[in-house]
């Protein structure tokens, strides 16, 4: 069992940023991909970014790329999501999840997910 709490959403104006945490307890060895997901009210969860906890590889998507860092404390068991220059697009609900897969960027190849965290960004 792996659990995952996010934190540090909320509500920030267009060109802001925001860092958004995720603290993962139990088997985590058990699940060497960590991804942050989001999902925008009546819109279909996607993928934003991905990382490997023992070589720190990461992976974005093009929306976000450039913008966004992706990060890792493995003494802490923490990933991170920095997040710059931030659009009214970006605001969504933002999951973080993990995974048993090294190349995983699909919803379906998650299978741990926390609870979600809003972040809202206003023009």
């Known amino acids: 069992q792996v659990q995952l709490v996010e934190s540090g959403g909320g509500l920030v104006q267009a060109g802001g940023s925001l860092r958004l945490s995720c603290a993962a307890s139990g088997r985590t060895f058990r699940r060497p991909g960590m991804g942050w997901f989001r999902q925008a009210p009546g819109k279909e969860r996607e993928f934003v970014a991905r990382i490997l906890w023992n070589t720190g590889y990461t992976g974005y998507a093009d929306s976000v790329k450039g913008r966004f860092t992706i990060s890792r404390d493995n003494a802490k068991n923490m990933v991170y999501l920095q997040m710059n220059s931030l659009k009214p697009e970006d605001t969504a609900v933002y999951y973080c999840?993990?995974?048993?897969?090294?190349?995983?960027?699909?919803?379906?190849?998650?299978?741990?997910w926390g609870q979600g965290t809003q972040v809202t960004v206003s023009s």
């Open positions: 999840a993990a995974s048993q897969s090294v190349v995983a960027t699909m919803r379906n190849e998650y299978d741990y």
